[in-house]
């Protein structure tokens, strides 16, 4: 299933092995292939679903309009709907995660585990949604080789390897323009799910780079001590991207958090 139709929507999806499902989310403005050392290194214990959600990476283009978490939430549930399967291991990357979390809100019997990666559960701050307008304003300008250059550095610790600062900005560089200014809204205005955390009965993990200046340790912290079942882990010598930068400590802390689901 390469490719799975949602709702008017074409989504390239990429799996790996058998079994229970986990389903990963990507952050933006990247795509699937930010977890391609998860799907490698996890598909002995789970089939490992990672989709591009719509506008990003393979799926089909969008047309500018507001990009929802919502809208992303229920394109997952019917990516599932198509597996046949009612529950799944969630992992969401930072915008991965305000989806998880839209998820969770919207289809909780669907959250087999879950697993909030460099994200946070807070809407924007006024600051933060205006800088959302001054960044798709600029993109206008300045075109996308300015944002990646601009987001590689905020998104991967000064010690990133050379091929993850490369992979972020090629994905970033591949971004259609009308997906980033669609996503830029839906993230501006998507709503604090604070009050999520709380409802969450099922197993939980928080991780988060010891050096992400986006969503920083601090930020973890608060989801996990909100999150009824969850332990923290905070992954030395990464920042924003802990998959790219430091995937044996992000699988390690994956695959402990579905053994503790087993248990
Ligand atoms: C991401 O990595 O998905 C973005 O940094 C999220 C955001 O800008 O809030």
Redesign the pocket.
């Known amino acids: 299933m390469p490719y799975a139709e949602i709702d008017g929507a074409r989504l390239h999806v990429r799996q790996r092995g058998a079994g229970e499902v986990a389903l990963f989310i990507h952050?933006?403005p990247l795509d699937s292939s930010m977890w391609l050392a998860q799907l490698e290194s996890l598909s002995d214990v789970r089939r490992c679903i990672a989709v591009d959600l719509r506008g990003f990476g393979r799926s089909c283009p969008v047309d500018g309009s507001p990009l929802t978490m919502e809208q992303h939430a229920s394109d997952l549930a019917g990516v599932l709907d198509i597996v046949s399967v009612e529950q799944a291991d969630i992992v969401g990357l930072?915008?991965g995660g305000y989806v998880a979390l839209a998820l969770a809100e919207m289809y909780p019997d669907r959250i087999r585990t879950l697993a909030l990666v460099d994200t946070k559960s807070e809407g924007d701050s006024e600051l933060a949604r205006k800088g959302r307008d001054a960044t798709a304003a600029r993109l206008l300008e300045d075109g996308r080789t300015a944002l990646a250059e601009g987001m590689q550095e905020a998104?991967l610790a000064p010690q990133a390897s050379l091929g993850a600062k490369a992979r972020v900005r090629t994905m970033i560089e591949g971004c259609a323009y009308e997906t980033i200014v669609g996503a830029l809204a839906g993230?501006r205005d998507r709503p604090d799910r604070t009050h999520v955390l709380e409802t969450i009965a099922a197993p939980s993990a928080v991780l988060v780079g010891e050096d992400d200046t986006?969503t920083p340790p601090a930020d973890a912290g608060r989801m996990a001590a909100a999150l009824p079942d969850c332990t923290l882990t905070v992954i030395p010598n990464a920042g924003?991207m802990a998959p790219i930068e430091h995937p044996t400590a992000v699988n390690a802390a994956l695959r402990e958090l579905w053994a503790r689901a087993a248990d």
């Open positions: 952050g933006f930072s915008m998104l993230l986006v924003h």
